[in-house]
Each structure stands twice: as C-alpha cells, then as structure tokens.
C-alpha cells in the first residue's frame, strides 16, 4: 500500500506542467492526506509561534524603550563582557554576520556601544559599552528577565525546567539522524 501510495505521489509529481488531465480536488486531499503533514501540529511552526509570542511579549514590555531583542541581547552581551568583537557578539549571541551588523550600527547610532581599537591588535575593532549604554541596560535587565516568566507562565515551574532543557538540545541542533 505505502509502496503503492509512493508511486503515485511519483506520476503526480512526474505530470508535466500544464497536463489536460490535473489531479481532481479529492485525488489532491487524498495525497495530501498520505503525507501526514499538519500545520498545526508540525514542530517548526509551533517553534514560530512560541517565537511570535515571546516577541510580544517582548514588545508589550520593553517596546516603549525601542530595542529590539536582538539589540537587547547585544547589549546584554556587550554589558557582561566588557569589549568584544562583531565577531565575537555575533557568535555570542547567535547571529549572523549581517545581523549583528545591522545591530551593531543601530547601537552605534544611539550611543549606547562605541568601536574601539584593540591595544593588543591594532587592526581589531572592539566594541564597548558607553556610559549612557550602561545606564539604559542596567534597569532593562530585570525587565527583560519579567519578559521571560511572562512566556513561561502558562508553565509549572517544573515543566519551565524540562521545556527550557529541551529546546537548549533543538536549538544547539544536536542532530544525529540528519546524516541517516
């Protein structure tokens, strides 16, 4: 049957574009079916919409600040190691290249972060927190810590403890079928 069901899903994807005879709406809904798939069960657009959840959160907390989180997370970063690399914040942050870039200069801009030279390596920029940076993130910390209960909180304690865990393990990708 599976074997059956593979071999049509096959023919149909083999029919050349703009064939007189198209698949009818059942035969569609049919193959559709056989797949499995189902939006509102499928992992990564639960993984979305957590994601769009904690960004309102985000917003409805911290929004009147305008940063947004990657550019809190910057700070955040910058803030407990002093000076670091572009290219240092981007890996401890989990961004792109071109991302924390466009984070880098907004922070710039503000004032909140300057470039500075490395007195070990001339030709390294670092970048490092101003006064007015310190001062605007000190106090957003503990606002940024509410945003962070406020999604876990449709959670028991326990169950914030397992979920966090788990997501460490999806988010460092520790994939060990993808080669299977």
Known sequence: MAERSRQ???EAADEPEGSDSPLSPEEIARLYAETGYDLPSHPAHIIRRAHQRATMRFQELMG????????????????RHGEVSQNQLGRLTAMDPSTISIVVRKL?????????????DQRLSLIRMTPKGVRTTLPLLEESNEVGRR??????????????????????????????
């Open 8 to 10: 049509k899903k096959r």
């Open 64 to 79: 009147r600040h305008g940063l947004t989180p990657t550019q809190m997370a910057a700070l955040a970063t910058v803030l």
């Open 108 to 120: 710039l801009k503000l004032g909140l972060v300057v470039g500075v030279a490395s007195e070990s």
């Open 151 to 180: 999604v876990l909180a449709p959670l028991s304690p326990e169950e914030q403890e397992v979920f966090l865990s788990l997501l460490r393990r999806v988010a460092a990708g520790d994939d060990t079928t993808a080669e299977e």
